[in-house]
């Protein structure tokens, strides 16, 4: 098979897994303490998630603390409502269901209009009860980089918090300029089930799930320090890694540029990250298209979404029609692809599109 679902997740990186072993031990081992324990097998499961820590801040910004959480919806959730109550909540139209939905359920929605590109420009108007704003970083559809810098400076002189989705950047681009980050570990090579909520110094959050409050008093919840240190590695290896990694995705972007020349491109052609091909064939049925090549492992737009056969609101936002949208596919890809499996998965992605 030829994974090009980088988007959905990623593979688990070698350097993650070995990590994680050693904190599942069982019986005849010390790794399975409970990190908030005081005897000494706990002291370790807690230096453990500590050192992950800050492997994962080393890719954020200065002057915040890490908030580990089971992943980037749970972190999405404390953020918006943690953050406080009523007041309006400024999300692009493009935004993750985590934002959308959690916004839409905590207070007032506004939603911000995107280009034809797929950007969320920063000239656009805020209410003046916006308590928070939330643009993405890059988008997990179309992989339009987002000017997250602008919207963190419109969102102060608004005199509101800004909240960055940085799920499909972190260990990819560089995340600066926020109030709130979320991020996701198997998005960047790490383990499923573990995600972070970074929070700016000075920024006051209200506890959102009782019964504990491990992380800083604002989660609960007992730590797995295998989910945790398998995080670690995965961050420290993206950052060590995210110039070659970046490079590789490059060359691999501009091959299938070559080999998808027909196809029509969803989103900028410059300002994304190019491990993410949102394209479209007139007249295409990618149900039957995905049936065809099933030795292809790709999507039709965000995992979260599928099965709801409705067209995808991230492409509807840029202004494709229905048809347009239900005749997109997306290839995501990046460390471990290699051109061969580009070159093979085009020539099955091709030969079916074209005897449709």
Known sequence: MIYLDYQATTPLAPEAREAMLRWLDGPGGE??????SPHRMGRMARAAIELARDQVAALLPPGGRVIFTSGATEAINLAIRGSGAGGSVSVSAIE???VLDTAADAGRIHMLDVAQSGQCNADQDLPSDTRLVAVMAVNNEIGT???TVDWHCRAKGAHALYLCDAVQAYGRIEVTGADLITISAHKFHGPKGIGALWVRDGVELAEVQAGGG????????TLSPALVAGMGAAAALAKDRMHADR?????LWDRAGELFHDWELNGSASARWFGNLNIRKEGLDVARLMSDCREVMFSAGSACASGSGRPSHVLKAIGLSDAQAKSSIRLGFGRYTTEAEIERAANIINAAADSQ
């Open 96 to 98: 993750h269901a985590a």
């Open 247 to 251: 490079a590789h995705v490059e060359a």
């Open 31 to 36: 790794g399975f303490g409970n990190p908030h």
């Open 214 to 221: 491990q992380e800083y008093g604002l989660r609960s919840g």
């Open 145 to 147: 980089i987002q000017p």
